[in-house]
């Protein structure tokens, strides 16, 4: 290699043109995350396992349009399922349900206010109380019972929650519960008396060893058909003198006098045929006592009935001095109000 080679390579790369400094990028400022505040896990309270017992018992004798108005209140029948635990009024019983409602003008924040208050009535008993229904009202000359299945009701088992997913023939049931088919939405194509016939059912139950509030009464209701007012009275053929009683409608304008014979006539006919109707029931209810089998006279002397009323909450009105022990004039009082 030849003297000074080196040298100018060396000087070469001397003269070589300055390389740009590549330009610094300005460091972006590091975003610090904040972790989310973790939110509270949201509790709900575990159903009840009878929680919507009370609610699956047809109210029976309630005004259809007030049956929303039942359930306005988150009412608490926790006494009701009480009673079936271990030490309760109906454990291992077998018991029939059925709803009721009550308007009763209660307090509730600070004022007075009509309130549809729900109750449940409970049958203990081996076999179904009653198949049939009383309707009754003020406006109707007499009373009609008829099957529960006219009325679309029945007796069918309940089943508790924590069995929901069972099959249901597999499970010996011992809660039953009065239950209605008729569809409130196809109301509106039912002839209006069969609509409020459901205003006045009551559970019909024949007790043989108790006699009936029927057979007892000696009052006649009378409508006596007269334009342009019908009369509205009841006549006592124990109490009342039928002369008498006549002449002091007419006193005080209820009857016209040119009608006072027709009236006489009138309720005549209506005492002879309650007096019948006395004398049927009687002969009937001797005629069922004897033909009744032994287990049955027991199951009959055995058989009771308890009304549940809704415990008090804070979110509910005050109901504690209208609880009434009468369950419907068919059966008289319960034997206990819980």
């Not at 006098?257 to 002879?272: G, H, I, M, S, T």
């Amino acid at each position: 290699m030849r003297k000074g080679t080196k040298r100018k390579a060396t000087r070469k790369e001397d003269h070589k043109p300055a390389q740009p400094k590549p330009k610094e990028v300005p460091s972006r400022t590091k975003r610090i995350k904040v972790p989310k505040p973790e939110s509270e896990p949201e509790y709900f309270e575990d159903q009840r396992n009878l929680e919507d017992l009370w609610k699956a018992a047809f109210p029976v004798g309630t005004e259809w349009d007030q049956l929303d108005s039942v359930y306005q209140f988150n009412w608490n029948f926790s006494n009701l399922e009480d009673a079936f635990e271990e030490g309760g009024k109906l454990y291992g019983e077998k018991v029939y349900l059925f709803g009721c409602t009550e308007p009763q003008l209660v307090p509730y924040k600070g004022e007075n206010k009509v309130t549809v208050i729900p109750a449940v009535v409970a049958v203990v008993s081996p076999f179904p109380p009653s198949d049939k229904i009383g309707i009754n009202s003020v406006q109707r000359e007499a009373e009609e019972i008829v099957p529960m299945k006219q009325m679309k009701m029945d007796w069918v088992p309940y089943i508790p929650l924590e069995k929901r997913d069972s099959q249901v023939d597999k499970l010996k049931s011992q809660i039953f519960i009065l239950s209605c088919t008729q569809r409130r939405a196809a109301l509106k194509h039912l002839k209006i008396d069969r609509v409020k016939k459901y205003e006045y059912c009551l559970p019909y139950f024949y007790q043989p060893f108790k006699e009936d509030e029927i057979e007892q009464s000696t009052e006649v209701p009378i409508i006596f058909p007269i334009d342009p007012k019908p009369v509205f009275c009841e006549f006592d053929w124990e109490l009342d003198e039928l002369e008498e009683f006549t002449d002091k409608l007419i006193e005080e304008e209820e009857l016209p006098e040119n009608q006072k014979d027709a009236f006489k006539a009138f309720v005549k006919e209506k005492v002879r045929e309650a007096k019948k109707a006395n004398r049927e029931a009687r002969e009937a209810r001797k005629k069922a006592i004897e033909e009744m089998s032994k287990e049955t006279k027991e199951a009959f002397e055995k058989m009771k009935f308890y009304k549940f009323y809704p415990v008090q909450t804070s979110d509910t009105p005050d109901i504690s001095n209208v609880k009434a022990p009468f369950i419907n004039r068919y059966y008289g009082k319960a034997h206990e109000v819980l």
